[in-house]
């Protein structure tokens, strides 16, 4: 049972280079969130999608865009990476899929992303 | 707004030890849910609970344990007899139910459980 499934597990850019995320899972969650883990400040909202076909920002969500590719699949992609998003990268997927309130239940094991 | 507030920063205990995980928390809303997640020093986030703010009924899983207190608005975690397994980061998460996609998680909190 994989889960939430992220690749690449680690990642080092140049400033300017671009780069995809991807994300999948297997559990027919409806909503998948991308989360950004800082040092000191816990996990921050980039964007989400409640459900195939549809995308929303979250908190913080410049410098990035997704694609809901289908159900079981959410990428992040960063166009021109920047040091400040050095970062840890988490996606998730919520539990109760068809449910008014979907929560992120679910994380992948993450990517360490780092941009020089 | 919403805000989640974890003030220790770090706690030691030695295994055997019971522990507490302080959880403060802001939200204008009256539905809300909270939760608990760790993060091992693997580095994966698990899931641990989910209480919604209707249900003040304290929760027990085996050597975990949730307080939840409305009139303090906390939502605090004790491991009892605390194994060196426990050694994690500790992250408490607040969602409201109209913005139900968006969690607000606190700075987390590190345990490190000594022999």
């Not at chain 1, 080092?12 to 950004?36: E, F």
């Not at chain 2, 607000?104 to 022999?115: A, M």
Request: net charge negative; hydrophobic share 30%; with cysteine.
């Amino acid at each position: 049972n994989a889960g939430v499934t992220q690749t690449p597990k680690f990642q080092v850019l140049k400033t300017g280079q671009s780069m995809t995320l991807q994300c999948a899972q297997d559990m027919n969650h409806n909503s998948m969130y991308w989360y950004r883990q800082d040092p000191g400040m816990g996990l921050r909202l980039i964007y989400y999608s409640a459900s195939e076909g549809t995308t929303d920002k979250g908190e913080v969500p410049n410098g990035y865009n997704v694609s809901r590719l289908n159900k079981r699949e959410f990428s992040l992609r960063l166009e021109s990476a920047a040091p400040s998003q050095t970062s840890v990268y988490f996606c998730a997927s919520s539990e109760e899929p068809g449910t008014v309130i979907n929560q992120p239940q679910h994380f992948g094991d993450g990517t360490r992303l780092s941009i020089l | 707004a919403q805000k989640v507030t974890q003030a220790q920063t770090e706690i030691s205990v030695v295994e055997k030890e019971d522990v507490t995980l302080d959880c403060v928390y802001e939200t204008r809303d009256t539905t809300y849910y909270l939760f608990w997640y760790k993060q091992p020093p693997s580095g994966e986030l698990v899931f641990l609970i989910r209480r919604n703010s209707f249900d003040e009924q304290n929760e027990i899983s085996g050597r975990y344990s949730w307080n939840f207190q409305k009139s303090t608005s906390s939502f605090n975690f004790t491991i009892t007899a605390s194994q060196v397994v426990d050694s994690a980061v500790y992250f408490c998460a607040l969602s409201e139910v109209y913005n139900t996609d968006k969690l607000i998680f606190g700075t987390g909190t590190r345990l490190q459980v000594f022999p």
